[in-house]
């Protein structure tokens, strides 16, 4: 007896899906990516939203929820998908972490309604959907901003940074540039009252030539 008479003669070798429940399979997969792209486009706090990423996530989904079917259903098919899989190598960067975040959960649907738990599938979307819109809501009290001020004497700082401290909480240096008799400093700034007294403050001062406040996330500026 060969060993792939003995894989045929094992329930190894894996059963037949049927038609019906592969299309509800799909359908499910296809509908949970579809919520995760909904919450993704609402929750989305970078610089630039990418459409053709989100829709990525509904296409990985259903990919990902055909894989597992396949593998579930032929242990010699899947041997050959582990092997064919393992040589895949993705270079596309992924800068912002949430991405990241969205691709293993689009993976994980995919997987748990491959296996067919319906059930988990969905109240697993649900659960993560609601909890990652509740922090996309989540506003900080003093959100941090990035302060950028061009000026062309240095005995301008004494004036700016009195300014500063009366307008914000805390503030600290990122960056001091000199180029010729042209200065640019940035500051990174959490401002307690109105962010444009504090722009037309700054502004307002003599030889400060131009003054830009930016919505700063540590990584992106937005």
């Not at 259903?62 to 092997?83: E, F, K, Q, R, W």
């Not at 700054?202 to 500026?221: C, F, P, Q, R, W």
Request: zero cysteines.
């Amino acid at each position: 007896m060969t060993f792939n008479d003995f894989i045929q003669g094992t329930d190894l070798a894996g059963s037949s899906i049927s038609a019906l429940g592969m299309g509800a399979t799909l359908l499910l997969a296809f509908a949970l990516g579809l919520f995760i792209f909904w919450i993704y486009k609402r929750t989305y706090q970078g610089v630039m939203y990418s459409k053709t990423f989100n829709i990525s996530l509904v296409a990985l989904t259903m990919i990902t929820a055909s894989i597992i079917m396949a593998v579930t259903s032929n242990i010699i098919l899947s041997l050959g998908m582990v092997g064919a899989l393992s040589i895949v190598r993705f270079r596309t960067a992924i800068k912002d972490p949430m991405d990241v975040i969205y691709m293993f959960w689009s993976i994980s649907v995919g997987i748990i309604v491959g296996a067919g738990l319906y059930m988990l599938a969905v109240v697993t979307s649900l659960i993560l959907g609601i909890v990652m819109y509740a922090f996309s809501k989540m506003t900080l009290k003093n959100e941090p901003y990035l302060l950028i001020v061009n000026y062309s004497d240095g005995t301008v700082e004494d004036a700016l940074f009195k300014v500063i401290n009366e307008k914000v909480g805390t503030y600290k240096i990122k960056s001091k540039t000199k180029t010729g008799d042209q200065f640019e400093l940035t500051v990174e700034v959490r401002s307690k009252k109105d962010n444009a007294i504090l722009v037309n403050e700054i502004d307002g001062l003599e030889n400060v030539h131009n003054t830009a406040l930016i919505s700063y996330d540590g990584e992106y500026a937005a």
